[in-house]
């Protein structure tokens, strides 16, 4: 089979494609054809070598893929060959034209859903519904400002807080951006690009502010975000590149905080959770994963540059 691996961390060029032995799926463990894989922000930091996980060399990235049950491992109940099915995380890496994964990495994929969107499923899916139903425990009546909406996570938080009934405010970089993230469910868009644009944000709240911010780059915005929060705020960290300074004070006036996590941290019945309401969002169409970018396999370096360039409008996939 043709897989991309690393041999030492470095940039986009130290993801190469190689000839692999197809990999036998032993007990518990499934193998999968793998069709598509999603492309996320943190498959380039771990193959930088920056991540706080870091894989032994050489390894195959990706815990993302779309794809069908090749062949199952004794003992194996809850996959049969055949099954169209998404992948949260892999144990043989997903950038490759087979995975193994263990049988509780799998799961199903409703009919409405094709096997590209599946790739785009398990970490931006998972950390959107994570950060508002088990983090800012998302009331109906609440506003959210989902702050970068137009990438993975982003899109995905609009959908799930519009299915929630919160009034949803959100943000992108681009017109393209900004059309899109109006068309998935953001009530009102704002340019983060545009000066002065949180002021007009918190004058759309009529100067109460906001509940909840999912927050998708805190270094930049965090000091901003704690002035647009209303009484009981919350502000969720999701993503960050680098340090940032806040005044304190602006959370004490309004009783607020700010919480943060990563999705390798999550509890056993928090991902159960997680797998339930998605499944039940895909299959009723209230949950829709949007493939921005199709690129070959291998073409991974490319889509390693590209994810991190500005002008997100959806997932990044590659196609085996
Ligand atoms: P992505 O698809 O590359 O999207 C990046 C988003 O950030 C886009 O919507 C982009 O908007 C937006 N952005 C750019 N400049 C911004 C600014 N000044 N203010 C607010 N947003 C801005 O990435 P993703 O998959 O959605 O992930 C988003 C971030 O969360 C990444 O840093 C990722 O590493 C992190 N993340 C963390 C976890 C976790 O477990 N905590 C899980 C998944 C992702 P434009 O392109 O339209 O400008």
Same mark, same amino acid.
């Given at each position: 089979m043709k897989a991309i691996r690393v041999h030492e961390f470095g940039g986009p060029e130290v993801l190469k494609l190689e000839e692999?032995?197809?990999?036998?799926? @032993?007990? &518990?463990?499934?193998?999968? +054809?793998?069709? =598509? $894989?999603?492309v996320n922000p943190y498959d380039t930091y771990m193959r930088a070598g920056t991540y706080a996980l870091k894989p032994p060399l050489p390894y195959t990235p990706g815990s993302d893929a779309g794809g069908v049950v090749e062949a199952v491992g004794e003992g194996v109940i809850k996959a049969k060959p055949g099954d169209r099915i998404y992948t949260a995380r892999t144990i043989s890496g997903a950038y490759a034209e087979y995975a193994l994964a263990l049988e509780q990495q799998v799961h199903p994929l409703p009919e409405r859903i094709d096997l590209k969107q599946g790739a785009g499923l398990w970490v931006p899916y998972g950390t959107a519904y994570h950060a508002l139903h088990h983090q800012a425990k998302a009331r109906a009546s609440e506003t959210v400002?989902?702050? &970068?909406?137009?990438g993975g996570v982003g899109i995905a938080a609009l959908q799930i807080a519009r299915a929630m009934g919160l009034h949803v405010i959100g943000t992108a970089g681009t017109p393209k951006g900004l059309q899109l993230i109006k068309r998935e469910g953001a009530h009102r868009v704002f340019n983060h690009g545009n000066a002065g644009y949180q002021e007009e944000i918190l004058q759309a709240t009529g100067s109460r502010g906001v509940d909840i911010i999912l927050e998708m780059l805190a270094n930049v915005n965090l000091a901003s975000d704690t002035k647009l929060l209303a009484s009981s705020g919350r502000v969720?960290? $999701? &993503?960050s590149r680098g340090?940032?300074?806040?005044?304190? *004070?602006?959370?004490? @006036? *309004? +009783?607020? @905080?700010? *919480? =943060?996590f990563t999705l390798w941290a999550i509890t056993p019945a928090e991902e159960a959770d997680i797998h339930a309401g998605l499944f039940a969002g895909l299959e009723n169409g209230t949950l829709r994963p949007i493939v921005g970018k199709e690129l070959p396999l291998a073409e991974a370096a490319r889509a390693?540059?590209?994810?991190?360039? =500005?002008? @997100?409008?959806?997932k990044v996939v590659l196609i085996c």
């Open positions: 692999l032995p197809t990999p036998k799926p @032993s007990k &518990g463990e499934v193998l999968v +054809r793998v069709h =598509a $894989i999603g400002l989902v702050h &970068g909406a137009s969720i960290v $999701i &993503g340090e940032v300074t806040i005044n304190p *004070r602006e959370l004490m @006036s *309004r +009783r607020a @905080s700010i *919480r =943060a390693h540059k590209e994810i991190l360039e =500005a002008g @997100s409008a959806g």
